[in-house]
């Protein structure tokens, strides 16, 4: 059982650059979402999908964040163009099924954006 | 607009005693409410979980407590054990899968 897999683990760049994480889901499992750790707000959903298909993406911030989910074994987001407010770590989680479920997490991709 | 609000940061309680977390909510529709914990360079894993439709529930050392009335739960450790020492985040469910999640307690357990 590989759990959620995330890379980078790491990820230092400089402002203005593009910044993309990438998340593999569990297999079989449907439903995939993006989350965002800070201080301030702790664990914040920017988007999730079901088979594949976008749901809500009310939490991404702005229109330089976006996420994609081409097939059930993967999904990415971007940020283009980064700035250091977007520093964070990024977890990405999965789920096996539709309703009330627990979320299974990476282990998070630490982004720092000089 | 923090609809699932932890209040204290951090909290450190001493070996064997009981460790009590916080959480409150704005929202009356949340039906359901979980707790993670989190170590350090790890993601968060499910801990506990109870319904709207329970006021308790109870899973060895780890009890969480439902008040509906006030919207508030806690979760309550005992006894509690170094181990413990995470970061806990409450969580609600708002329809479907979207859980809204607090800002996270720090726990330290004290030998």
């Known amino acids: 059982d590989a759990g959620v897999i995330q890379s980078p683990r790491h990820e230092v760049t400089e402002m203005g650059q593009e910044v993309t994480l990438r998340c593999k889901p569990i297999s079989g499992h449907n439903s995939l979402f993006w989350y965002r750790q800070t201080m301030m707000r702790g664990l914040e959903l920017l988007i999730y999908f079901n088979n594949n298909v976008p749901i809500d993406d009310s939490g991404m911030p702005e229109d330089r964040f976006s996420a994609k989910m081409p097939n059930a074994s993967f999904s990415t987001l971007k940020i283009q163009p980064s700035e250091p407010r977007d520093s964070a770590v990024y977890f990405c989680a999965s789920s096996p099924r539709q309703g009330v479920g627990k979320l299974f997490f990476g282990s998070g991709t630490q982004l720092s954006v000089l | 607009d923090q609809q699932v609000k932890q209040n204290s940061p951090s909290l450190s309680v001493q070996e064997g005693r009981i460790s009590i977390l916080n959480c409150d909510y704005t929202n009356s529709m949340f039906d359901y409410f979980l707790w993670y914990k989190k170590y350090p360079a790890e993601g968060p894993t499910f801990l506990i979980s109870?319904?709207?439709?329970?006021d308790k529930n109870e899973d060895g050392r780890f009890t969480v407590f439902l008040n509906k009335s006030a919207k508030h739960l806690s979760l309550h450790i005992v006894p509690s054990q170094p181990g413990d020492s995470a970061v806990y985040f409450c969580a609600a469910n708002e329809g479907a899968q979207k859980l809204v999640f607090g800002q996270g307690t720090r726990l330290t357990i004290n030998p």
């Open positions: 109870i319904s709207s439709i329970k």
